[in-house]
């Protein structure tokens, strides 16, 4: 099956700062999604994002699916932005996302 | 925010003992998954649902089994607890297959096996 990996998979930053995650999978995708798992442990669909570039508020997300990876990045970092960040991407014809293993960021004041 | 509850939020059970952990959805979604979560290993697929009485099984599926009557519903079953079975179960909704559209989950099930 697909294998989807992430990096960092730990990051601490200074509240305000900016980063740059990245996801990388084996196989060609049809899309892409990222996933935020809060420190009270909810999961939250932040980008539905098969290619090209989404934007969300302070988050934005690229995904270059002829190159096998997508960027989730996070401008003006807050303390809420904690948490572990999740990439999931399906196999060729499967029903499944496989998820990668995960960043966690830690966003300090 | 999508409509799904799980429950119970929390149980602690003994091993041996049978468990059936509930997903209902408000969304009139199509699919429904059921991944479990451990340290070390991510989110993983157990079982998931393509409609009704439709079921197949996921990456992790031995010990476990689901049903679903109704569009609304999908019951994660553990008929004889394990203390490897011991995790977050999480459940996902979805309008389509696999990642071709977004999966929403619920706010998961922590599960303690004794």
């Known amino acids: 099956g697909i294998q989807v990996e992430q990096s960092p998979p730990d990051l601490i930053l200074q509240e305000g700062a900016n980063s740059t995650l990245r996801c990388n999978f084996s196989?060609?995708?049809?899309?892409l999604q990222w996933f935020h798992q809060n420190p009270w442990g909810q999961l939250i669909n932040l980008f539905y994002i098969p290619s090209g570039t989404k934007q969300n508020g302070r988050l934005s997300a690229t995904t270059v699916a002829t190159e096998r990876y997508s960027l989730l990045y996070i401008s003006s970092s807050q303390t809420t932005d904690s948490g572990v960040y999740f990439c999931?991407?399906?196999?060729?014809?499967?029903?499944?996302?496989?998820f990668g293993k995960g960043t966690k960021l830690s966003v300090i004041p | 925010d999508a409509g799904i509850t799980q429950s119970p939020r929390h149980k602690v059970t003994e091993t041996g003992t049978p468990v059936t952990l509930r997903c209902h959805q408000t969304e009139n979604h199509r699919y429904m998954y059921w991944y479990r979560q451990d340290p070390g290993h991510g989110l993983r697929l157990i079982h998931y649902s393509y409609g009704v009485k439709d079921t197949d099984k996921g990456e992790v599926s031995d010990g476990y089994s689901v049903s679903r009557s109704k569009t609304e519903d999908f019951l994660l079953t553990l008929e004889s607890a394990t203390s490897s079975q011991t995790s977050v179960y999480f459940c996902?909704?979805?309008?389509?297959?696999?990642?071709?559209?977004?999966?929403?989950f619920g706010d998961g099930t922590r599960l303690s096996i004794l």
């Open positions: 196989d060609s995708v049809n899309n």
């Open positions: 999931a991407a399906p196999g060729a014809g499967s029903y499944q996302l496989t």
């Open positions: 996902a909704i979805s309008e389509g297959t696999g990642g071709s559209q977004p999966q929403h």
